[in-house]
């Protein structure tokens, strides 16, 4: 049997593909290795993959409905789907909100009718994200709250990926579990991140900008995510039950000046802060509630944010060494 894997190449999906063909699984993976950030990045992800048995990869844009289907009738043993690959940022919904609908929408859409049309499918985990609770007030973030207030146009696509798949649990049966991630970092991260780009300021002797206000976030250590991604996997809803939607997070929820401090003293440097108005698609606080996949799957974040980092700094020296940069 073989697990499909969307956004392969990416941070969340590198993690995930080590952590199946680790434990054996057969691993199709899928990637349009898009320039939204640094593709080198992405190429090394997935090379590291490429020389691991049991992996196969695909490059192809999920919204393209004809690859989608030539995938599917190549590899009729999948059995279950993780679905990572989207547009991510909030902040660049704002400047090419196209992509978000094409990826975020037609593609998870794609992904549904290859789903649904796939004999056998045991399973389809896919990411939604911490920020359909948009301009929610109530901490922490549980799963029965509103989410019809979105601050972004990201957001509104994570929201609109959630609602198409209800209705496709309610129409086809499609067993499904959705997952809000709350803020992952960790090595091989991402660079838009705030963790990854303030490293690389600090490490430059430029400036970073901190937006004004009480910033916090519940920021999730890689390690954790995957377990809890893959404890979700293992464990389908029941036949004929409504696609889960749950919460994956640290539940904590730590301040944005907690981050800095922790990454000066990891490089040994001071951060050139600036501060800035808080942009309207941003949120001041995430906090994740995760007492429904703790009691499906015994998810139990281990990593602290004073652990988290310097794992993450460890790999951050190793990748500017390997691109040739040196400290400023």
Not at 119 to 142: C, D, I, K, M, Q
Request: glycine share 8%.
């Amino acid at each position: 049997m073989t697990v499909l894997l969307t956004g392969a190449a990416g941070f969340i999906g590198y993690h995930v593909a080590e952590a199946l063909l680790a434990r054996g699984e057969d691993v199709l993976g899928l990637d349009d290795l898009n320039p939204y950030y640094d593709v080198r990045l992405k190429e090394a992800r997935l090379a590291r993959l490429q020389a691991r048995p049991g992996f196969t990869f695909r490059r192809l844009d999920i919204a393209d409905r004809g690859a989608m289907e030539a995938v599917a009738a190549e590899f009729p043993a999948i059995r279950r789907i993780i679905h990572l690959a989207a547009q991510a940022g909030v902040r660049h919904s704002l400047v090419d909100p196209y992509a978000y609908v094409s990826t975020n929408v037609m593609g998870h859409l794609v992904v549904l009718e290859t789903a649904r049309r796939l004999a056998g499918l045991e399973h389809l985990v896919y990411a939604s994200s911490s920020s359909v609770y948009g301009a929610n007030r109530t901490l922490p973030f549980a799963e029965s709250d509103r989410v019809d207030h979105p601050t972004s146009l990201y957001a509104a696509t994570k929201r609109a990926d959630e609602l198409m798949s209800a209705a496709y649990g309610h129409l086809f049966g499609l067993p499904q579990t959705g997952l809000r991630f709350f803020t992952v970092y960790g090595p091989w991260g991402r660079p838009d991140m705030a963790y990854f780009f303030f490293a690389e300021a600090i490490m430059a002797g430029t400036p970073i900008t901190v937006f004004e206000g009480r910033l916090k976030r519940d920021f999730t250590y890689i390690d954790d995510i995957v377990a809890g991604v893959l404890g979700c996997l293992d464990r389908p809803p029941a036949s004929g039950a409504a696609p889960r939607l749950l919460n994956i997070g640290n539940h904590r929820s730590e301040p944005v000046a907690r981050l800095i401090a922790l990454l000066e003293e990891g490089l040994g440097r001071r951060a050139v802060v600036r501060a800035a108005p808080r942009p309207r698609a941003d949120v001041e606080e995430t906090f994740a509630a995760i007492t429904a996949i703790g009691e499906l799957t015994g998810f139990t974040p281990r990593t602290t944010l004073e652990q988290g980092i310097p794992r993450f700094l460890d790999w951050f020296r190793a990748w500017r060494e390997g691109r040739g940069e040196k400290s400023a």
